[in-house]
């Protein structure tokens, strides 16, 4: 029997996967479908070329036909074709219950008032109504059978673009990667270029110190050797060859209590500190390298909108240390009609960074002034802050030239870049100020506060 139609097999045709239906079922099926099309017993992959006619069981199918019809059948055969209750053959269909019935029961109580068709009628009315029911589980089925091929392409594709994500990844986190180990090795380069450089200096002060001392050494001993001798004539003779000349460059006072002045050796002498900076790196290196590598990002994302193009950074790290007086940096706020005294800002003990767009401006100057004074009473800061020992520190252009300002002083700063933005950093402790170009975190100048 043909699994679509459920009768024996009209011209039966096979498909590749050896299912065999009537030509009739399956073109209709064809016609029904459209896109790929599946066996409707095993969902197989066919098309319309793929059918072939079944000469063998067509055969047998037209022999069986052509036997004569027996009436006898087999015990179940026949209790399945009589009514159980009154033993007739059953020849109508009951509509309204659904069954088969015999000719008494049409007349019972039970099927009272239903409706009722010949068994031949009732078969191809029904027959029709399990057709569609299969098409609209065919057609059911066809959408499954899609959607479970579309599922499978969708954890294909996410699998893919997780592997894709992942890549991008290691590139991203490698740049990154790169970005850090570059800084860290440029940063040591520094620090050990600025100490070596720093060292030089204080191993020369301290050679040219060693130096003084043997001197000065070797002119205790001649003194003190003088003083050991007790004749007249042998200690002036040693006056004469030696004591005259070493004490001749000694000025004496004309009082009769003796005092060498300020002997002429130790002038412009001094111990050189370790005055080198690497400015805002030394104030916190995590988040000054941070705001670097964020520069880069924002270079991989010109073309976007999701990160700030004018960022800007201020970081304070104060510390409360006791001490004498207060290291006082004033830091301005600049507007068109210049600088308010309700704007001034006063920086004391710790470290600051923060920047300062320039690059709207033509010509700019700008800087804070710098005072160590221990605390006055009745004295406003703002007062104190214009008083004449106040120094003036800034950064300013003129003539497309780069000038460190200090109380008048200007020093060119060998530049070939105007910034458009400048970095300030203050270490009060150390009573320093350095100025950055925050495009690229290079430093410009520095300033020791209170050096001559």
């Given at each position: 029997?043909?699994?679509?139609?459920?009768?024996?097999?009209?011209?039966?045709?096979?498909?590749?996967?050896?299912?065999?239906?009537?030509?009739?079922?399956?073109?209709?099926?064809?016609?029904?479908?459209?896109?790929?099309?599946?066996?409707?017993?095993?969902?197989?992959?066919?098309?319309?070329?793929d059918?072939?006619?079944?000469?063998?069981?067509?055969?047998v199918?037209?022999i069986?036909?052509?036997?004569?019809?027996?009436?006898?059948?087999?015990?179940?055969?026949?209790?399945?074709?009589?009514?159980?209750?009154?033993?007739?053959?059953?020849?109508l269909?009951?509509?309204?219950?659904?069954?088969?019935?015999?000719?008494i029961?049409?007349?019972?109580?039970?099927?009272?008032?239903?409706?009722?068709?010949?068994?031949?009628?009732?078969?191809?009315?029904?027959?029709?109504?399990?057709?569609?029911a299969?098409?609209y589980?065919?057609?059911?089925?066809?959408?499954?059978?899609?959607?479970?091929?579309?599922?499978?392409?969708e954890?294909?594709?996410?699998?893919?673009?997780?592997?894709?994500?992942?890549?991008?990844?290691?590139?991203?986190?490698?740049?990154?990667?790169?970005?850090?180990?570059?800084?860290?090795e440029?940063?040591?380069?520094q620090?050990?270029?600025?100490?070596?450089?720093?060292?030089?200096?204080?191993?020369?002060?301290?050679?040219?110190?060693?130096?003084?001392?043997?001197?000065?050494?070797?002119q205790?001993?001649?003194?003190?050797?003088?003083?050991?001798?007790?004749?007249p004539?042998?200690f002036?003779?040693?006056?004469?060859?030696?004591?005259?000349?070493?004490v001749?460059?000694?000025?004496?006072?004309?009082?009769?209590?003796?005092?060498?002045?300020?002997?002429?050796?130790?002038?412009?002498?001094?111990?050189?500190?370790?005055?080198?900076?690497?400015?805002?790196?030394?104030?916190?290196?995590?988040?000054i390298?941070?705001?670097?590598?964020?520069g880069?990002?924002?270079?991989?994302?010109?073309?976007?909108?999701?990160?700030?193009?004018?960022?800007k950074?201020?970081?304070?790290?104060?510390?409360?240390?006791?001490?004498?007086?207060e290291?006082?940096?004033?830091?301005?706020?600049?507007?068109?009609?210049?600088?308010k005294?309700?704007?001034?800002?006063?920086?004391?003990?710790?470290?600051?960074?923060?920047?300062?767009?320039?690059?709207?401006?033509?010509g700019?100057?700008?800087?804070?002034?710098?005072?160590?004074?221990p605390?006055?009473?009745?004295?406003?800061?703002?007062?104190t802050?214009?008083?004449?020992?106040?120094?003036?520190?800034?950064?300013?252009?003129?003539?497309?030239?780069?000038?460190?300002?200090?109380?008048?002083?200007?020093?060119?700063?060998?530049?070939?870049?105007?910034?458009?933005?400048?970095?300030v950093?203050?270490?009060?402790?150390?009573r320093?100020?350095?100025?950055?170009?925050?495009?690229?975190?290079?430093?410009?100048?520095?300033v020791?506060?209170?050096d001559?």
């Open positions: 029997m043909c699994p679509v139609c459920l009768s024996d097999f009209n011209d039966p045709v096979s498909l590749p996967c050896e299912h065999v239906f009537c030509r009739q079922c399956i073109t209709s099926y064809l016609e029904s479908h459209e896109g790929a099309h599946r066996c409707p017993e095993c969902r197989q992959n066919f098309t319309k070329q059918l072939k006619g079944n000469r063998v069981l067509r055969n199918v037209d069986l036909q052509k036997q004569p019809k027996t009436n006898q059948q087999t015990p179940r055969n026949a209790q399945e074709m009589l009514c159980a209750e009154h033993m007739e053959p059953l020849k269909f009951c509509e309204d219950d659904q069954r088969l019935v015999c000719l029961c049409k007349e019972g109580a039970k099927h009272g008032g239903h409706s009722f068709k010949p068994v031949k009628e009732a078969m191809e009315i029904t027959e029709k109504v399990v057709r569609e299969l098409r589980i065919l057609h059911d089925n066809k959408q499954m059978g899609d959607m479970i091929l579309n599922q499978m392409l954890i294909t594709k996410s699998k893919e673009r997780a592997k894709h994500l992942e890549e991008n990844m290691h590139v991203q986190f490698n740049k990154m990667h790169d970005f850090l180990r570059k800084k860290e440029e940063m040591i380069r620090l050990q270029r600025q100490a070596s450089s720093a060292e030089v200096s204080m191993k020369q002060n301290a050679t040219f110190l060693s130096r003084l001392q043997l001197n000065g050494n070797n205790e001993n001649i003194l003190e050797s003088g003083l050991q001798i007790t004749q004539e042998s002036l003779e040693w006056w004469s060859e030696k004591g005259f000349t070493l001749d460059k000694i000025t004496l006072s004309e009082n009769e209590d003796i005092k060498p002045a300020l002997p002429t050796k130790l002038d412009g002498t001094r111990v050189i500190s370790d005055h080198f900076t690497l400015g805002p790196y030394e104030m916190d290196l995590p988040l390298v941070w705001r670097d590598m964020l880069t990002v924002k270079q991989d994302l010109s073309d976007t909108s999701t990160i700030d193009k004018d960022l950074l201020t970081i304070k790290k104060e510390r409360h240390l006791q001490s004498q007086g290291d006082y940096f004033v830091k301005f706020q600049k507007f068109h009609n210049g600088y005294d309700s704007y001034v800002e006063n920086i004391q003990l710790g470290q600051v960074y923060w920047e300062v767009d320039v690059g709207a401006e033509p700019w100057e700008h800087g804070l002034k710098v005072k160590y004074y605390k006055e009473k009745n004295r406003s800061v703002w007062q802050l214009f008083s004449k020992y106040f120094e003036n520190i800034s950064l300013s252009v003129k003539n497309d030239r780069l000038y460190a300002i200090r109380e008048g002083e200007e020093t060119p700063i060998a530049t070939q870049i105007i910034p458009s933005r400048v970095g950093y203050v270490n009060s402790e150390k320093q100020v350095v100025f950055c170009n925050a495009d690229n975190m290079s430093l410009l100048h520095t020791w506060c209170g001559k």
